[in-house]
């Protein structure tokens, strides 16, 4: 994420600027080819067409920016909501492009067309970030302001996005999703319509805009930091991002499964109760599969429904990366997953912040065991013992499924 970035409400003054940052980033985006089939007549449009959806945005929408400390601008975001009625403005542009009206015209009654059906909504027109700072979250940062005040408003979003990894990659990650058809336009040019319903801001209300809830973030929720993993079906699976106490996986040395170990009690009730009443009621009761230990083959139970849980080896390998070796298994030992992932799964502990161990549900090589990510990163698929409780093993990263 670039530090130092502020996001705030458009001036008048920064046109010159921002236009200039849209023109340059959308150079070589593909949709904007249908324009015109010469140079010249592709920039003076896609100029034209940008400060009309500036001229829109800033006067009657919204339009933030993004600046360095500095004062140096290196971003721009246009939105607008869909009751703005901006016909004449098109009409204008469609009259003043010449020979490439037909072309401004063809862009217009496509888009109008797959306008939603929805009586209330707002549009993301254009987001551009300046070169120098791309790749660093400045995009991220501008669309997760306008995103946190639409949810508190309960209006969802929607957006076409110009390329099939922009629709999957950071709208993806917003919450955004594929709705109807794809558009097509002359040239071969495909646009990909998505579509954001609104979600409950459930976080701390001061978190910061830049930590907004989507995967790969640290986010506040009731009296924790919490790494968000995945996200669907109106849902976020959080990981505390720290070891959040040691504690040990079942109270004494004998045969268990996470469906009967202390700690899922403990994790499921004294640890759960600690949230409020308004918090609790946002963690969804989740069926969890307690599947075997797939490097041993052993260890299955049956499914549980919990509010928390612990990750299982599968869930950890697809979290924090995928050597191959939970397939394969490790050639240099029978003990553990040691790879190039081993900084990724290594955890602090609240408080001291050492590396230390977290358990996982899943059994080791004997139900007296439960698999654990040792302090290095590794996982210890064999496990540890499953009463094991001191300065070297047995810490909680507990995680949940929070509705949104």
């Known amino acids: 994420m670039e530090s130092g970035i502020i996001i705030r409400d458009a001036t008048s003054e920064d ?7 849209m023109c340059d980033i959308f150079t070589s985006d593909p949709a904007f080819s249908i324009f015109a089939d010469d140079p010249k007549g592709l920039e003076l449009m896609k100029s034209a067409y940008l400060k009309m959806n500036w001229d829109i945005c800033f006067n009657v929408g919204t339009a933030h920016i993004a600046e360095k400390l500095n004062g140096e601008v290196v971003g721009v975001a246009l939105w607008k909501a869909s009751n703005i009625e901006y016909d ?16 401004m015209l063809e862009i217009s009654t496509i888009t109008q067309t797959y306008n939603p059906p929805v009586p209330l909504y707002e549009m993301l027109i254009q987001v551009a970030v300046d070169s120098s700072v791309q790749g660093l979250g400045v995009g991220r940062k501008l669309i997760a302001k306008r995103i946190r005040e639409l949810d508190k408003l309960g209006i969802p979003i929607y957006l076409e996005a110009t390329t099939r990894y922009a629709a999957g990659g950071l709208y993806g990650r917003f919450g955004f999703q594929p709705v109807g058809e794809v558009m097509k336009f002359s040239k071969g040019v495909e646009v990909y319509p998505l579509w954001r319903n609104p979600r409950s801001v459930l976080m701390n209300p001061n978190f910061e805009d830049d930590v907004y ?9 009731g ?13 976020a699976l959080l990981l505390s991002d720290k070891i959040v106490e040691q504690k040990e996986y079942h109270e004494k040395y004998e045969p268990v499964t996470w469906e009967s170990c202390t700690l899922r009690k403990y994790l499921n009730g004294e640890f759960y109760n600690q949230f409020s009443e308004n918090e609790r009621l946002q963690i969804a009761e989740t069926v969890i599969p307690n599947k075997e230990n797939q490097w041993f083959n052993f260890g299955s139970s049956g499914d549980t429904e919990d509010k928390i849980f612990l990750l299982s080896i599968e869930e ?24 190039a992932f081993n900084d990724t799964r290594k955890a602090l502990l609240l408080g ?9 549900r899943t059994s080791g090589n004997s139900l007296n065991f439960a698999a654990s990510v040792t302090a290095n990163g590794r996982i210890s698929v064999s496990g540890d013992f499953v009463n094991r409780n001191n300065t070297f093993e047995g810490g909680i990263r507990p995680a949940l499924w929070l509705k949104l």
């Open 213 to 221: 809830p989507i995967i790969g973030n640290i986010v506040k929720f």
């Open 88 to 103: 004449t403005a098109v009409e204008e542009l469609v009259a003043s492009a010449g020979k490439y009206a037909d072309r």
């Open 316 to 339: 950890t390998v697809r979290y924090f990366g995928d050597s191959g070796q939970l397939r394969g298994k490790n050639p240099n030992t029978k003990y553990y997953i040691d790879d």
């Open 223 to 235: 009296f924790c930091n919490w790494r968000v993993l995945d996200m669907h079906d109106g849902r």
């Open 352 to 360: 001291n912040n050492a590396d230390s161990c977290w358990w996982l």
């Open 15 to 21: 046109f010159d600027i921002a236009h200039g940052i």
